[in-house]
């Protein structure tokens, strides 16, 4: 079946301007989650949902960062006034329920530059 | 402290060889456990969860030890294709939130 769709798959972008990056997660997962990975750095949580909430967003690094998500489906992870810390690569996972016993199944990212 | 930590390496093994991994977590109250792999510039895939009685598949085993908080795992016979980053996963619950918290992963190399 479909697995978790992240589009753009590469989106370069000039410091200051805004972007918004998507997720589809697969059909019938309530939970959706965001990280970024900086080259050569581990995961940092950023977000996550359980159907449209988000219980928890204390990964966000800073008010520039905001995400939703609608219909229990596609998620949108938007960054304002983007700086060149913000080049990473950002990952969307969706899981079956936001549960103790649901692995993440993993998008293959979209890789952000900001020059 | 960091909440989950790995040993980066690189760990460089001959093809044929058994390589062990460990992965320590902070928070006692940890539940879940899992072993992802990552592959040069792609997304994290699910290796294996990590059960309390400890569970095999193939050459890979995985073990769980809540009295010392870590986890392993094991592989056996090593292939080149096992060249990769290995992550632990741990799931904990918190004011009714579970955040997977992802270690900064082991480095293998598998060499001819």
């Avoid at chain 1, 219980?55 to 304002?80: C, H, M, N, W, Y």
């Avoid at chain 1, 006034?81 to 690569?89: F, I, M, N, P």
């Avoid at chain 2, 870590?70 to 990769?84: E, N, Q």
């Amino acid at each position: 079946g479909a697995g978790v769709s992240q589009s753009p798959s590469n989106k370069v972008t000039e410091k200051g301007k805004d972007v918004e990056l998507r997720c589809d997660p697969i059909s019938g997962h309530t939970a959706l989650y965001w990280y970024r990975q900086r080259l050569g750095q581990g995961l940092e949580f950023l977000i996550y949902f359980q159907g449209n909430s988000a219980p928890d967003k204390s990964g966000l690094p800073s008010d520039r960062f905001s995400a939703e998500r609608t219909g229990e489906s596609v998620s949108t992870l938007t960054i304002q006034r983007t700086q060149q810390e913000d080049s990473a690569v950002y990952l969307c996972a969706s899981s079956a329920n936001a549960g103790l016993n649901s692995p993440l199944h993993f998008g293959n990212g979209t890789r952000l530059t900001v020059t | 402290r960091k909440e989950v930590e790995q040993d980066p390496g690189p760990f460089n093994v001959p093809e044929g060889a058994t390589v062990a991994f460990n992965c320590t977590y902070s928070n006692s109250a940890s539940q879940s456990f899992f072993w992802y792999r990552q592959d040069c510039r792609k997304e994290p895939k699910l290796l294996m969860s990590v059960y309390s009685s400890g569970n095999e598949d193939g050459r890979f085993t995985a073990q769980l030890n809540r009295a010392s908080q870590y986890i392993s795992l094991l592989i056996r016979d090593s292939k080149l294709s096992d060249s990769a980053t290995y992550l632990c996963v741990v799931i904990s619950q918190g004011g009714g939130s579970y955040i997977p918290t992802f270690g900064r992963g082991t480095s293998l190399i598998v060499h001819p």
